[in-house]
């Protein structure tokens, strides 16, 4: 059995620098490169503004790979945004999570929609 971290935040961006201390400090404790670390980070970033309310940030170590979830969100405009093309101006949040880890999920629950990713970790 796992350990898994959950923590959850209040809908306000000063808050956003705490889910980043926790996993920066499970990064350290796991002994995470500072490559995997920052992903993790760039990932949290992208996800965080976008979620409604509390927002939940799990962290959990599973067969060699570090997963993430994070929520809720609405789930339409989540999806759609997941969906939409990349433009001139802008890099979109599907390349952004595809890029900084190894699988994207968006999960829906009874609270709403959640985003999970795993990231292969050594060690």
Excluded at 33 to 50: H, S
Excluded at 71 to 86: V, Y
Excluded at 109 to 114: A, H, K, L, M, T
Aim: proline share 3%; glycine share 8%; charged share 30%.
């Amino acid at each position: 059995m796992s350990d898994e971290i959950l923590l959850t935040l209040p809908d306000r961006r000063e808050f956003f620098n705490v889910a980043h201390l926790v996993v920066g400090g499970l990064a350290v404790r796991l002994n995470l490169t500072f490559e995997n670390l920052e992903d993790v980070q760039v990932a949290l970033e992208g996800l965080l503004p976008r979620a409604k309310g509390e927002i939940t940030v799990g962290v959990k170590l599973e067969e060699g790979a570090l997963a993430i979830s994070v929520g809720p969100f609405e789930g339409d405009p989540l999806r759609a945004e997941l969906a939409a093309a990349d433009s001139e101006e802008r890099v979109g949040l599907k390349r952004i999570l595809d890029t900084v880890s190894d699988s994207v999920e968006v999960i829906d629950d009874e609270d709403g929609c959640w985003v999970r990713l795993t990231k292969k970790v050594d060690g």
